[in-house]
């Protein structure tokens, strides 16, 4: 996780990010009424261990290195056919096919023409339209391109904000989170439906709130923004979360708006509130992450992140640990990432130098260890694609 610290609006660090839930006394483990989990963040829970493959399906996708195809190997979209990976500050976009690895493309439009961007923020994929939405924070607006790097069209965000998480809703539109900087929450924040085509707000989908709250933290010239997120696709519907209210909401196509999960205790009682998000959610379990408003600022970090999951099976909640069983070694999994789409919850980045030494200690197997076999330490990043079960 990282949190983007300012110290002017010219000046700013990413630094690594530390902030916890807290966990006082000894509670119950946390109850379902009516298809409701209410989630104490101020309680006390057991630890578990947990075995990636045993509720989420797992590719690997080792992209090819050549001269033209060197990347850090931040993965920015994935569909049936191709994945989109980027670097950090070169504006080069990266098509690799999605089952070999194979690099296909390179496109790189980057500058500060009206067709083209000016940074990266996020791309949004759309197969079905051969098309990309590359976001631009920078400049707030939204470029269009094939998937040849042509340019098509673009589109500012509406009035003063800026679109947060971004992803594909369907044929003709695009979902987000309306955010204003630098809380990213207040009155008008919500989440939004916009047209492919123009950008115009289709629909706008408010969560009810009673105060302002946000987890963005800000004293005098310093804002400290952790790594959260809003919404996020989950089994062909969605995750609404507004950090000003208690609730956690699904979102169906026929736009219902459902209660999910209710955080406890109100975050309009606490003094340092604790948010809670949830992260991934499977079949059996629901991941989740509470993450308390508190920043030391002498040190320049928070606290650790506590990681919570609900067993839907048990009807208990717990502090989780993941392991990869493609590691010997008990390798731990953060859930805790950028989710990517509905057949796909996350993705880790595993670098070729960490893969050639554990494939020379024989810590891997399956096929993690064929491909580790063929790498070297100059290799592109193996793409872990987490996958919900079918």
Request: charged content about 25%; some cysteine; glycine content about 4%.
């Amino acid at each position: 996780m990282i949190v983007e610290v300012k110290r002017s609006k010219f000046i700013s660090a990413i630094i690594p990010a530390v902030i916890i839930a807290g966990c006082v006394g000894c509670k119950q483990s946390g109850k379902q009424s009516d298809g409701i989990i209410t989630v104490d963040v101020t309680a006390s829970y057991p630890e578990k261990e947990l075995i990636l493959q045993d509720f989420m399906d797992v590719e690997y996708v080792p992209l090819e290195t050549t001269d033209e195809f060197i990347t850090h190997g931040i993965v920015e979209a994935v569909g049936k056919d191709i994945l989109l990976a980027r670097n950090r500050n070169d504006g080069n976009i990266f098509v690799f096919d999605r089952t070999t690895g194979k690099g296909i493309r390179k496109i790189n439009r980057l500058g500060q023409s009206g067709e083209e961007y000016s940074s990266i923020n996020k791309i949004v994929l759309d197969e079905d339209n051969n098309e990309m939405f590359v976001q631009d924070f920078l400049v707030r607006k939204i470029a269009v391109y094939d998937l040849y790097g042509n340019f098509k069209r673009s589109f500012k965000f509406t009035d003063a904000s800026y679109y947060y998480y971004l992803f594909n809703y369907d044929r003709d539109h695009l979902i987000c989170y309306k955010g204003y900087s630098p809380t990213v929450e207040n009155e008008q924040s919500c989440h939004i439906l916009i047209s492919k085509q123009d950008g115009s707000i289709v629909r706008e989908i408010p969560i009810p709130f009673k105060e302002i709250r946000t987890p963005v933290f800000i004293k005098e010239d310093l804002v400290v923004t952790p790594a959260f997120y809003l919404t996020f696709p989950c089994h062909g519907n969605w995750v609404f979360v507004k950090t000003s209210s208690d609730t956690v909401y699904t979102y169906s196509p026929d736009d219902n708006l459902t209660p999910f999960i209710v955080r406890a205790p109100s975050i309009r009682s606490m003094n340092t509130e604790v948010f809670l998000f949830p992260v991934v959610l499977s079949d059996r379990y629901y991941f989740m992450q509470a993450m308390k408003k508190e920043f030391d600022l002498v040190r320049m970090k928070g606290a650790p992140p506590v990681n919570l999951a609900y067993d839907k099976q048990e009807n208990a909640l717990f502090n989780y640990t993941v392991y990869n069983d493609d590691f010997s070694d008990k390798r731990q999994v953060s859930l805790n990432s950028e989710p990517v789409n509905h057949e796909i919850a996350i993705y880790r980045p595993l670098e070729a130098s960490d893969l050639v030494e554990a494939y020379g200690k024989g810590q891997l197997k399956g096929k993690l260890k064929e491909i580790a076999a063929e790498l070297d330490e100059e290799s592109n990043p193996v793409i872990m694609l987490v996958k919900y079960k079918k």
